[in-house]
């Protein structure tokens, strides 16, 4: 297999590349400034013990409370650590004790991070546990004696207390080489020691080095033909820092001196717009749908403009063959995680089921969240979980959308019609105003216009009020506020009353007080009463123009029926 790794630092985001036979099927991403914390080691106070769920949360200075448990302990490389902690987790822990935890797995919108209390420093060859005493090999070393001879060496180097898991990297290397290794994560761990007593709770003790580092200690392995690398500061971190690195290796490592970008050179920028599209052309003309709800990632194959095949069942065959490669691409490179069901189009033939299914398989050969993934169900259905540690693409690279609030959808034009309708026949029962002001959409403006605009007349007619239509270019399909006004004699002198609009949800700005003729003696003045308030979104009330929410009448062309 042809593999390659392409890395990007900018001022502002760090990205990796990991390009397998041409083709982009991971991304890692750095933001500079971003909450990004797995493997950071914190300092918390105990914030809760829950005893049903065996579980607590920890106070370390995030938004949110992190999630403990005590079997909590993840790892690509041994099995054997996840049953280190057998006693219940109120014995172990109460609230407001202090606690050294290591970050798992990254917060999501509505999740706090998941941690452990079993510290661990990985290196290139091996991982070491300063508070454990164990000693493990990675599982896909096979061959007994060279296990037997690394648990060997590992007895030999450990410090006292701690422990060391093998990883796959240190097959048949030398003692002296897994020592160094060992001996720089030691250094590490002396460090967050000796702030644990001079730091208070909800501190972070350790960061987790830089991508460029990370890529060549976890990436970098032997069988990556190159790693082109666009920054000469991180270039020559690499060579200097990266002791570990073979001189086939060091060969391997490229500076990139062109003026085009990297990422855009390479085709890279391309397959990050496509991967965060919800549908995915294939090469056949068939495609793929990938959709998320709360619970899951769900994927839908479709045959589309494809038609190739000697009958029916080989067409949906040679479909579903080549939607598995992409699945599992497209899965690796967004870096999905959680539940994923995939639905591709029914197969009579059982050796085609299994084909697509080990197509759909060996896609995750490389992949380092190992995925579960079972056979087809009786509705024909692939079901499959991947480990989740950090955050997808998806959610790195967008936000919600402030409209719909991430749901997809927004109410139609004519609900909105029709719910302000129902608002101005509620504000005329209240007051008995003469005017009525509508801020609004555009496009919802428009509709209650009608063609000629008759439909306002309908409505002005109905309501007995003159309507003026003002449209708000901050607004929203979904936001609109009505606003009844009255005339009312005041004093010469007498400051302008200006009163603050409130109404169902109470959250818009107070409007500008209309301006009046300067007469002397009494005059009519025009004044805003509270009126009806809908769906009008803090965001948008904190940086409307001032000019959209409150306009005045002086001087406005009358923009109802004339």
């Known amino acids: 297999m042809n593999r390659k790794i392409l890395v990007n630092i900018g001022p502002y985001e760090s990205r990796a590349a990991i390009i397998e036979n041409g083709k982009l099927v991971e991304l890692l991403y750095e933001i500079q400034d971003s909450e990004k914390i797995v493997g950071c080691i914190y300092k918390g106070r105990v914030a809760n013990v829950v005893a049903g769920t065996q579980s607590a949360f920890v106070d370390i200075g995030i938004h949110k409370d992190a999630y403990l448990t005590l079997t909590g302990v993840e790892s690509s490389d041994d099995e054997d ?42 290196g290139r060859y091996l991982v070491f546990m300063p508070k454990v005493d164990h000693i493990g090999v990675s599982r896909k070393i096979n061959q007994d004696r060279e296990r037997d001879r690394l648990r060997a060496i590992g007895k030999r180097i450990a410090p006292k207390g701690g422990g060391v898991v093998f990883r796959t990297a240190s097959e048949g290397l030398e003692e002296s080489v897994l020592k160094a290794d060992l001996d720089l994560l030691i250094k590490m761990w002396r460090k967050v020691e000796s702030k644990i007593g001079k730091s208070p709770p909800r501190t972070m003790l350790h960061r987790d080095i830089p991508l460029p580092m990370k890529v060549a200690r976890d990436f970098f392995t ?56 919800r549908k995915i052309w294939l090469d056949s003309g068939s495609y793929i749908f990938i959709d998320k709800t709360e619970a899951m990632y769900c994927i839908d194959v479709n045959s589309g403009r494809f038609s190739g095949g000697s009958d029916l069942e080989e067409t949906v065959f040679k479909v579903n063959l080549e939607a ?3 699945i599992a691409r497209q899965i690796r490179l967004r870096n999905l995680a959680g539940m994923i069901i995939i639905d591709f189009i029914d197969m009579e033939a059982p050796s085609h089921r299994a084909q697509v299914l080990k197509t759909l398989r060996e896609g995750f050969k490389g992949d380092r969240n190992k995925p579960n993934i079972l056979d087809f169900s009786e509705l024909g ?21 402030p409209c719909c609030q991430g749901a997809g959808k927004t109410l139609s034009v ?21 005017k009525i002001i509508l801020n609004a959409h555009r496009m919802v403006i428009d509709h209650l216009r009608g063609k000629d605009n008759n439909g306002i007349r309908e409505i002005e007619n109905q309501l007995r009020r003159k309507l003026i239509l003002k449209p708000a270019n901050s607004f929203d399909i979904e936001t609109f506020k009505i606003e009844p006004v009255m005339e009312r004699p005041v004093k010469s002198g007498r400051r302008q009353n200006e009163r603050q609009p409130h109404g169902a949800q109470n959250r818009e700005v107070a409007p500008e007080q209309i301006e009046t003729p300067a007469n002397h003696g009494d005059a009519p003045e025009q004044a805003v009463l509270p009126g009806l308030v809908e769906n009008i979104p803090e965001n948008i009330l904190e940086s409307a123009p001032e000019n959209d929410l409150n306009e005045t009448l002086q001087g406005e062309k009358d923009e109802s029926n004339p």
């Open 324 to 326: 598995a490669r992409e």
């Open 222 to 277: 032997d069988d990556i033909e190159e790693m082109i690398i666009d920054s000469e500061e991180a270039y020559k971190t690499i060579i200097e820092d990266c002791e570990f690195l073979s001189p086939l290796q060091r060969a391997s490592l490229e500076l990139y001196k062109d003026k085009t970008p990297i990422f855009e050179k390479f085709g890279i920028e391309k397959e990050i717009e496509r991967a965060l599209s």
């Open 414 to 434: 004519a609900t909105v019609a029709n719910q302000i309708r129902a608002g101005l026949i509620d504000e005329t029962k209240r007051y008995q105003t003469d």
């Open 381 to 401: 259905l692939v079901q499959m979980t991947r480990r989740r540690t950090s955050a997808s693409l998806d959610e790195i690279r967008k936000a919600p959308c």
């Open 81 to 122: 650590l996840k049953d280190i902690f057998r006693s219940p987790i109120q014995d172990q822990l109460k609230v407001g004790q202090e606690v050294i935890l290591q970050i798992l797995k990254e917060p999501t919108p509505t999740k706090g991070p998941r941690s452990t209390m079993t510290i661990s420093f990985p």
